[in-house]
């Protein structure tokens, strides 16, 4: 009975530990699919897209929360961003770069930063940053997902995954398509 109880209870202390998975339930299409949001522009006949934030911690106790925001025009041009807040304890670490699938983005962009509550461990800091996507570059990785690093000034670099299943179903409340 004692055995069994501890088998149980470590498996399931297991299973709480492991790291995020880069495998994603076919469910969390449509979980992403209904949880984007659109914003419609009456006057420029625009529309905002915001997918739901995705969360995660890393190894330098870096909280990361990211997603994707698109903007299509009144005449169907579409733009997209991944938009990354990274919230983190220590000196500023100002992030200069970023690189997708191994090559350097071009479109890298810090949007803020912002010095926040301090207290025994230090001070609380945050960088939004952006990186522009294209709608082909998107559409290339619905079978794998992608990687993407962030390099700062002080050496940190952070590595963020976005499901191939969030990209589809973001896409699929983008293109206005249920299937």
Not at 48 to 57: A, S
Not at 84 to 100: D, K, M
Not at 132 to 138: E, G, I, N, V
Not at 139 to 153: M, P, V, Y
Request: aromatic share 12%; charged share 20%.
């Amino acid at each position: 009975m004692y055995r069994m109880m501890f088998v149980l209870l470590v498996s399931i202390g297991l299973m709480a530990c492991r790291g995020n998975d880069k495998v994603v339930g076919a469910w969390e299409i449509n979980d992403v699919y209904r949880s984007t949001n659109m914003t419609p522009n009456p006057v420029t006949g625009q529309k905002v897209y915001v997918g739901p934030p995705i969360n995660t911690m890393d190894a330098n106790d870096t909280y990361e929360m990211y997603n994707l925001r698109s903007e299509v025009s009144a005449q169907g041009v579409k733009s997209y961003e991944l938009l990354v807040l990274l919230t983190y304890y220590s000196p500023w670490r100002y992030y200069e770069s970023a690189s997708l699938l191994n090559t350097p983005s071009s479109t890298f962009k810090v949007v803020s930063r912002e010095a926040g509550i301090c207290d025994n461990r230090g001070c609380m800091f945050k960088e939004l940053l952006s990186i522009t996507l294209s709608d082909a570059f998107l559409k290339k990785q619905l079978d794998h997902g992608f990687q993407i690093t962030l390099s700062s000034k002080t050496g940190v670099k952070t590595d963020l995954f976005v499901p191939a299943q969030y990209i589809k179903g973001y896409l699929k409340a983008v293109d206005g398509t249920s299937n």
